[in-house]
């Protein structure tokens, strides 16, 4: 009797690594998938938080594909692991601070270590030659093989016609003439693929899933890192960076102020962690402060609060601060004029 094979596919939530699964199981191989969580991936954070992305789907892609290709995922936490990939990325960064190629390497390692554990055969993801400037050419592609220690126990079903054949494709679990020849950034042929396969609903094909790729948040991230001076965060710390407007008008200090109520609700959570401010004369945001307030940072605080308060016209508003202690002090101030928070303060 012929043995089934099993492989592991890595599932970002996205259309190309629900095809290479979809593909392969369409040979007979027994399929679970693999999702690491890195504290980074971009949906079901802001999504879920604000009120303006309500018609978007609250939900995880990764469990989404697991779901519609009846496979099993296994999601795994790899937030504390993953530091040194973001921190000191062997092969640098790309346009932003997204580590593309050192993160594909370390993945795939991750992986082979899951697979070699469990029995599977080999592991399939869902690249394409061409499709990513940095992690996903013809030479950087072998670099991942290489320092992943995957040898050639990776396939890649959507383009492994344009590379060597791999160990499945030798050893007869899979036929490579039903894999495919994919190339370029276009998604049309993936997008014809999915219609074949009678998938419809899927995330936006050419999509990111990663806050890194973003040049906003890498912003934020890189003020983290100098103001603290060292290259370092915890989980907390990256969450924060997802929500609000993020203001530093002194180097000491920044403030994260929430745009509406949804991530003022998410901002309640820490604010026993910060120093706090909040207008009691008028509606207006929650702000956490991060840093260090010197006695004359408080009413420059209290007065960029004011600025995006319901008083924001008035010419004076009440602010309340509340220092880690739980002690309350109240501040009359003039809101600052938009002309008054500098654009440069933006992060």
């Known amino acids: 009797m012929t043995q089934q094979r099993k492989a592991l596919a890595l599932i970002s ?23 690491f969580y890195t504290g980074f991936c971009v949906e079901g954070h802001t999504h879920a938080i604000r009120k303006r992305d ?25 937030t504390e692991p993953y530091k040194r990939v973001v921190i000191n990325p062997k092969h640098g960064y ?40 940095m992690s996903q050419r013809r030479d950087t592609m072998q670099v991942v093989v290489r320092e992943s220690g995957v040898g050639d126990r990776l396939l890649r079903p959507l383009c ?7 160990l499945p494709e030798r050893e007869g679990w899979v036929d490579r003439e039903r894999l495919y020849d994919f190339s370029g950034r276009s998604r049309k042929p993936q ?27 890498s912003r934020r991230l890189a003020d983290l890192w100098e103001a ?7 989980l907390d710390d990256i969450m924060l960076l997802k929500v609000g407007r993020h203001l530093r ?14 991530e003022n609700n998410f901002l309640e959570g820490y604010r026993r962690r910060f120093v706090h401010l909040r207008t009691v004369s008028h509606p207006g945001p929650l702000t956490l402060i991060d840093g260090e307030l010197g006695p004359q940072d408080r009413e420059l605080a209290a007065r960029i609060v004011a600025r995006f308060s319901g008083g924001r016209e008035a010419a004076e508003v009440e602010v309340q601060l509340v220092d880690r202690e739980g002690t309350e002090q109240r501040l009359r101030v003039a809101p600052m004029s938009v002309d008054e928070v500098k654009r440069e303060w933006y992060l």
């Open 13 to 35: 939530g996205g259309l190309d690594s629900m095809l290479a699964a979809r593909v392969v199981m369409e040979q007979g191989i027994h399929v679970e998938g693999v999702n």
């Open 94 to 133: 790309g346009a932003n601070l997204n580590p593309c190629l050192d993160c594909k390497c370390f993945m795939v390692g991750r992986a082979v270590e899951w697979i070699e554990a469990h029995g599977f055969d080999f592991i399939v993801t869902g690249e394409v030659i061409g499709q990513r400037p």
């Open 191 to 217: 997008m014809a693929l999915a219609e074949r396969f009678g998938l419809s609903d899927y995330a936006q094909p050419a999509g990111g899933c990663c806050f890194l790729t973003d040049e906003a948040y």
């Open 54 to 78: 309500r018609d978007k789907p609250k939900r995880n892609n990764a469990l989404w594909v697991a779901e519609q290709l009846g496979i099993k995922l296994h999601i795994i936490d790899v």
């Open 249 to 262: 008008p002194r180097p000491h200090f920044k403030l994260i102020i929430g745009r509406e109520e949804g």
């Open 228 to 234: 603290r001076g060292e290259r370092e965060y915890e």
């Open 160 to 166: 492994a016609k344009n590379l060597p054949p791999t």
